[in-house]
Structures are given as C-alpha cells and as structure tokens.
C-alpha cells in the first residue's frame, strides 16, 4: 500500500508538477540562477496591486488578490509553451487613484495611493533593471480602473520597448476592437448568467466593489469578505453621471451597483473568464499575432470623455499640491 502511494505521489509530481518547475520566483533566486536563464525565452510578469478601500465589505487588497490568481494563471499558459519559463516578482503593492478621489475625497480609511508619476517612475526603473539584464518579455499584471493608472503602465511599456527593444505590457489596459476580440474568440461572459431583474439591480457600470468584484473575492478569499455585503443597499449607475454621483454624496461607503446579490460561482466564472482573455491575448503578443501598439487602449478611451476629465480634474490638483507640498519640505532641509 505504501508503494503504491508513493508512486501515486510521484506520478502526481511528474503530470502536474511539471510546469511549476517552469515557473521561478525571483525572490528565492540567488544571482547565477537568474543569469542562467534564457532570457530570449523567459516571460517576467510583474504583479500589482492597489492598497484601495473596497466599502465595507472588502479587503483593501481586493485588487492585488485577483491579479495574483490572474499572474498564476498566466504563467502557468506560458510555460507550457515549449523551451519558455516565466520569472514572477513579488507583488508590487503599490497603485494611483482609489475610487474615493473620484468624488475628490482625498482621505478615506483604506486608500493608500502613490502619484501617478511616481507609479510611471517605479515600472519605468524595473524595465530599466530588466532591460539592462536583457529579458525582452514582461508583462504587467495590474488590473485597477483608475485611467491615470493605466497611463503610466502604458507609458512605462512605450519607454522599455523604445530602449531596449523588448515588450513590456499592461495587459488590464488593453481593449480590443471588435475585429481583435473576433480572432482570438475572447468574449465577455454571457448576460444569461443574470436575471434581467438582477440586472436592471446592478446596472450598467459595476466597475468597484459591486456585484463583480464581491462575487471575485467570494471566490477568491472568501474569508476577507465580510458577511454585511448581503444587507447592502443597491447603489446602481446606468451611465457615467450617475456613477459619479454617488462618490460624491455625504457618507458615501465606498462601493457601486449591488454587493448583495453577489456569489462565488458567479465569481469563479468571471475570473476563469478574465484569465482566458489575458492569457489569449499575451500569446498572441508572444506570437506576433498582435502588435499591441494597435490595440486601442482603456486609459485613452477614459480620458477621452469630457465626464472623465471633469471628475478627475479634482484628483489632479489634489496630486500637484502633494507633489509642491513635498518638494518645499524637500528644498527648505536642502535635500535634493
């Protein structure tokens, strides 16, 4: 009997074990093993994730839980590809702009935010790092909503594509055409999933702690999520006026659309589903199928619309005044 567990054991290693011995996590590596690797061949993937109040019924990690299923998802598609690894960071726990800024209030308990340049400066130093080593593949798994965001990410991959040749990609900021999402089969998930009831309670924009994310992290950490998301009245937006209006009002809680009719199952799909469209469309990036220089981009699209710029222009001047406040703090003890 206890042969013919051990062999099961072994035989388990063998089938699924396989790929993890692919995928390396650079803060147990010393400095020869990460020279050895193939760097022509070996996908980073940096992981981030926002320190950002989710209302009263999520962690402030919410963010940085479903972006490291998402990069353990991802890396576990690239190393079956043959001859590739894929190095991991730690999880960078760092963002710009929690959603309580868009109803400019800049002090809510759980958001710890950095600016937005200082965002752009973090991914454009590791690039250079990675660069210098010469690894050519990184992707940025970062998923949070703010545009801002999204924009330093981008603009991140633009510098080490232009300085080292290489592919440094956000790929949460990506948005595909329909023409794109037409030839790699991606798709959102289907509106049956849903009663029309349900989602005329949801509404049309649930982008924050809502009836999606909850329903993620009743998946994902369901003992983070604390059990008031069911008596959680409905804050439902059907367009961008009404999304606004509700950061903005007295005693706001943090969160939009309709927490209570949250599940795990509905999360389990949605997040299989995210992963299946990332994972889609960074192999064809790794396939040279798509060149995601055009592939239309979220943070554009955002700061495109007049709504955008007006309900952010709060959040801007907020940044400038930090940035002045410390740089005076800065000059007056002669640091420079």
Known sequence: MMKQILLTVVLSLLLYGSTDA????????????????????TVVILTGGIIEQHGPHLPTFSDGYSNEWLAQKLAEEIVRRPGFAVLLFPTIPLGHEGANEIGAQ?????TYSIR????????????????????????????????????????????????????????????????????????PLPESLVSAEEKKEIGNIDVHSGFDETSRLLFLRPDLVSPVY?????????NFEEFFKAPR??????????????SAAYGALSMQNRARNWNALAAA???????????PRYAKTMLAMPQFAEALAPSTRNEQERERKQREWLKKNGIE
């Open 22 to 41: 692919q995928i390396y996590r650079v803060a147990q590596m010393n400095a020869e093993q990460i020279r050895a690797l193939d760097k022509q061949k």
């Open 230 to 238: 069911k008596q959680l009245p409905s804050l439902t937006a059907n």
């Open 285 to 295: 990036i790794l396939d040279s199928k798509l060149d995601e220089r055009n592939i």
């Open 106 to 110: 800049f002090v809510f308990p759980g």
């Open 249 to 262: 009002t007295p005693g706001w809680l943090g969160y939009q659309s309709s927490p209570r009719l949250a």
């Open 116 to 187: 937005r340049s200082t965002l752009r400066a973090i991914f454009m130093d590791l690039g250079t790092e990675l660069g210098e080593q010469g690894f050519k593949w990184v992707f940025v798994v970062h998923g949070h909503g703010a545009p801002f965001h999204n924009l330093m990410l981008d603009e991140a991959g633009e510098y080490f594509r232009d300085a080292y040749g290489g592919r440094l990609v956000n790929l949460f900021g990506l948005q595909p055409n329909k023409e794109q999402l037409a030839a790699l089969n991606l798709s």
